[in-house]
């Protein structure tokens, strides 16, 4: 191999590989299997949607109605369905219009993702640094890379900025999704959790301490609690942010 070629993987890495991408078709002769790798795919995603730390081999087994050791026929295991169940997750997304300018088209990869994350909640337990080599998550990474290539930045910046958007998006679902569930788990919200706190101003709370605090709330800072607010305002500061850079590059060129 030379340092031009790629690594060629282990055989544990590649099984993975032809999972996402050639799995093996049922199979013509023998005992007819009673399931598919696709509703196997689907039983774990239901038991996520449930509670993801649930997930395990022997859950799906009992979503499914089947023994545990039959899912290995078609998963070597829990990681790897996990992988499988991404990939499909993502499979949701759609594309931008390509007649669109690059930021618009930037921000509705964006909305994809939050409505992604919306609809699957149990993603947040995924690594943005080790996602699936698969199909899906290929297909909506090659085409944000596209569209942030429009805007005529360097390689290694195209790629930054490709991250961040997708980073700014999972990290503003995850503190969501958390809240939500702490929330459902507790039956306290966000709000009577601080209610039950309000003690706190009286006491140790003191102007001379947080003088930032008080003139930020005073003034109504505080006051919009919207996450779709939120999260959208990033979005549009890592958006200037990129035209910026544009905008320069296209200058010193």
């Known amino acids: ?42 039983a774990g995603m239901a038991v996520a949607a449930r509670s993801v730390d649930d997930l395990s081999m022997r859950k799906v087994a009992q979503e499914l109605g089947v023994g545990t050791m039959s899912l290995y026929t078609y ?10 169940m991404v990939d499909r997750a993502w499979r949701m997304r759609e594309f931008p219009d390509r007649a669109l300018p690059w930021r618009e088209q930037a921000a509705f990869h964006a909305h994809e993702a939050w409505r992604m994350y919306r609809a699957h909640p149990w993603l947040i337990s995924s690594n943005l640094w080790r996602m699936p080599l698969g199909p899906h998550v290929l297909d909506v990474q090659e085409d944000l890379y596209r569209v942030i290539l429009l805007t005529g930045l360097d390689a290694v910046t195209v790629v930054r900025s490709a991250g961040l958007i997708e980073s700014h998006v999972f990290g503003a679902a995850r503190a969501e999704i958390t809240d939500t569930r702490v929330a459902s ?26 003088p930032s605090m008080l003139t930020l709330w005073n003034a109504g800072g505080f006051d919009d609690d919207n996450p779709d607010a939120d999260w959208g305002f990033g979005l ?10 544009a905008e320069e590059s296209a200058g010193s060129r």
Do not use: C, K, N
């Not at 998963?75 to 369905?81: A, S």
């Not at 788990?185 to 140790?204: I, L, N």
């Not at 549009?236 to 850079?245: N, V, Y």
């Open 75 to 84: 998963v070597p295991g829990r990681d790897e369905l996990f992988e499988l």
């Open 185 to 210: 788990r507790t039956g306290v919200t966000q709000g009577d959790h601080y209610s039950a706190r309000a003690g706190f101003w009286g006491t140790y709370f003191s102007e001379e301490r947080f």
């Open 1 to 42: 191999m030379t340092d031009d070629e790629p690594p060629a993987g282990t055989p544990a890495g590649q099984a993975m590989i032809e999972l996402l991408w050639d799995p093996p078709p049922a199979p013509r002769r023998g005992p007819r299997q009673r399931l598919t790798l696709e509703q196997v795919v689907d």
């Open 236 to 245: 549009e500061l890592i958006l200037d942010g990129i035209g910026r850079l």
